[in-house]
């Protein structure tokens, strides 16, 4: 299984960021996807979690900013960040979660990420 | 939001040698703890998960342990594909969150 970023790499500031992860080699049925961004200054913090029903968690951080969406018969998940500002600049990564018996989930696959700078 | 102290921040160790990393919750996680390593230009690689369970395809060589609050990686017969910074994260409760990282290099 094999998890793939894309999107622009240049956001300007006040606009939204879009970001698509295609997911190859496998089902998406059965996990959670995840967004995890990397910054220098806060490190790896985690966007939220959408599962193939299209529930939802976001990190109550970023929860009036952020927008997570899925297409199975794509194999895709999509990353909407609204009103970004240069702290939002980022390395962007898609994470699958393997979900176990009693409902807990851990981070088992990542993707290789994609950097997002947001400037004018 | 539960936070995640990992000491120490960087380390040096030697080709061979056996390194361990601390982590530390603010609250108690039960065993919803995992550890990922991260290489220069690389995206995260989960080692670990539920604190001390490998994941599919990652050597022995590389143990986790701990419950509650505190929590360790131990890392033996360092290699060179070693030398990277090691990152704690919970998942016990919302929003998921990880430690600092720790970079380990060579001495």
């Known amino acids: 299984v094999q998890l793939q970023e894309s999107g622009p790499g240049l956001v300007k500031p006040s606009e939204t960021l879009s970001l698509s992860c295609s997911v190859s080699?496998?089902?998406?049925?059965?996990?959670?996807w995840s967004w995890v961004r990397q910054t220098a200054g806060k490190g790896l913090e985690w966007l939220g979690r959408?599962?193939?029903?299209?529930?939802?968690n976001y990190n109550p951080s970023l929860e009036s900013r952020v927008s997570m969406s899925v297409d199975t018969y794509k194999s895709q998940i999509s990353l909407k960040l609204f009103s970004v500002t240069a702290a939002d600049t980022a390395v962007y990564y898609c994470?699958?979660?393997?979900?176990?018996?009693?409902?807990?989930?851990?981070?088992?696959?990542w993707g290789r990420g994609t950097l997002v700078i947001v400037s004018s | 939001d539960i936070q995640m102290t990992q000491s120490p921040s960087s380390l040096s160790a030697s080709v061979g040698d056996t390194v361990t990393i601390t982590c530390r919750a603010s609250?108690?996680?039960?065993?919803?703890l995992a550890w990922f390593q991260q290489t220069p230009g690389q995206a995260p690689k989960s080692l670990i998960y539920?604190?001390?369970s490998l994941q599919s395809g990652v050597p022995s060589k590389f143990s986790g342990s701990g419950s509650g609050t505190d929590f360790t990686l131990t890392i033996r017969s360092l290699q060179p594909e070693d030398f990277a910074t090691y990152y704690c994260q919970q998942y016990d409760s919302y929003p998921w969150t990880f430690g600092q990282g720790t970079k380990v290099d060579i001495k």
């Open positions: 539920d604190a001390s």
């Open positions: 959408i599962y193939t029903d299209h529930t939802t």
């Open positions: 994470v699958r979660g393997e979900i176990q018996m009693q409902g807990k989930w851990y981070f088992d696959l």
């Open positions: 080699g496998g089902s998406m049925r059965s996990f959670y």
């Open positions: 609250r108690g996680i039960s065993n919803y």
